[in-house]
């Protein structure tokens, strides 16, 4: 018997106006990970040779970009904030010159994921600070199985959503206060997530929800841009566009069709992100990218390869890396025709791509 089918998936009277049901289909996608064996619903393994291949596909000259890490602490919610920037190498950094990229990552990741984009970004001109946000991070996985969906269900509470956003905002102040930070340009600052990490995304760019009657406006007016990657609803809040159609910076939106979470008595697909997208901005006429790459996966897009297809996997990481660095400089008006020239490469990888004010 599936092991779904035998443990509830929320705590009682569970607050998750934020990530209702992704907790538990994430559940369900790690028990079908590890009954893979007997699973014919589960993707074949990659070769390790096609895995070779793939990794090499998205690597990046380890000349052209630096790391650093940060065990930072916000003594105020006696909450560590760990993360990690790829900085552009090269001796022509000077002081207030490099835009950034703030990434949020999904529900049990790291700091350490995403690594294909930061590591693109930094060698194409772009700081990448990537936040861990510890109590939705990769400790979930750890520790006594029998109690993986309490620790989900706690991931998933509003709080530990509002905390997300308390953690990119924490780690934008320290960077820019840390001797590293001074190269970096605060009038071009960019929020992105993948997951749960483009819903915090989302809120930092200005979605509004309405907890305990009262309304929830989190918004960071420092970021001027978000890219949203396989963003899900706000589970049980309502009409998106009461939600999102207020976002007034311009937003890139990254799926494919088969960005799919389907377990026993929960489904969330495409049409979730392509409805998140048409209520984006609705009412300040703000300017939206949307992309959507033909069949893939809901983990394609962070740095595990082999998930969506052992040869689709590295091209859609390749193209995406490469859409959102062509939105970036398309904003910074690097090149103006980047989108389009993008679209046009890429049209065999696509189902749909459209582009409004920008």
């Known amino acids: 018997m599936n092991l779904l089918t035998r443990i509830p998936l929320t705590t009682p009277g569970a607050k998750t106006w934020i990530y209702r049901g992704i907790a538990a289909a994430l559940l369900g996608l790690a028990v079908l990970g590890a009954q ?3 699973s014919a619903s589960v993707e074949a393994a990659p070769k390790p040779d096609a895995t070779a291949a793939a990794s090499e596909a998205v690597s990046v000259d380890p000349s052209l970009f630096t790391t650093q890490t940060f065990q930072w602490k916000d003594t105020t919610r006696d909450r560590p904030v760990p993360a990690k920037i790829y900085l552009p190498a090269g001796p022509g950094l000077d002081a207030g010159t490099v835009p950034l990229v703030v990434f949020s990552h999904g529900i049990g990741g790291s700091m350490e994921g995403y690594s294909y ?5 930094a060698a194409h001109g772009y700081a990448s600070l990537h936040v861990q946000h510890v109590g939705s991070d990769r400790q979930l996985w750890r520790g006594n199985p029998l109690t993986l969906v309490s620790r989900l269900s706690d991931a998933a509470q509003d709080t530990e959503a509002l905390h997300r956003v308390k953690d990119v905002k924490f780690a934008l102040d320290r960077l820019l206060g840390d001797p590293v930070g001074k190269v970096i340009d605060g009038q ?4 992105a997530g993948h997951s ?3 819903n915090t995304t989302m809120l930092l760019a200005g979605a509004k929800v309405d ?8 918004k960071d007016p420092r970021f001027g841009a978000a890219i949203l990657i396989s963003a899900p609803p706000f589970y049980g809040l309502g009409d998106p566009l009461k939600i999102v159609s207020g976002i007034d910076v311009p937003t890139l939106h990254i799926t494919a069709t088969a960005d799919d979470i389907q377990i026993p008595g929960y489904s969330s697909g495409v049409a979730d992100r392509l409805a998140l ?4 901005g609705a009412s300040t006429q703000a300017a939206k990218v949307l992309a959507v790459f033909k069949d893939g996966s809901h983990s394609i897009f962070t740095d595990r390869m082999g998930t969506g297809g052992a040869a689709l996997n590295p091209k859609v990481k390749v193209a ?6 062509a939105f970036l400089n398309r904003l910074h008006g690097k090149d103006t025709a980047a989108l389009e020239r993008w679209s046009g490469q890429n049209a065999l990888l696509l189902s749909q791509f459209e582009k409004v004010a920008l």
Do not use: C, D, P
């Open 188 to 191: 071009r600052l960019i929020a």
């Open 277 to 280: 997208y048409q209520a984006t």
């Open 196 to 198: 749960y990490g483009a």
């Open 320 to 325: 995406t890396r490469q859409l959102a660095l």
């Open 117 to 121: 984009l930061g590591r693109y970004f």
């Open 36 to 38: 893979a064996a007997t």
């Open 211 to 218: 907890m305990n009657g009262n309304t929830v406006w989190v």
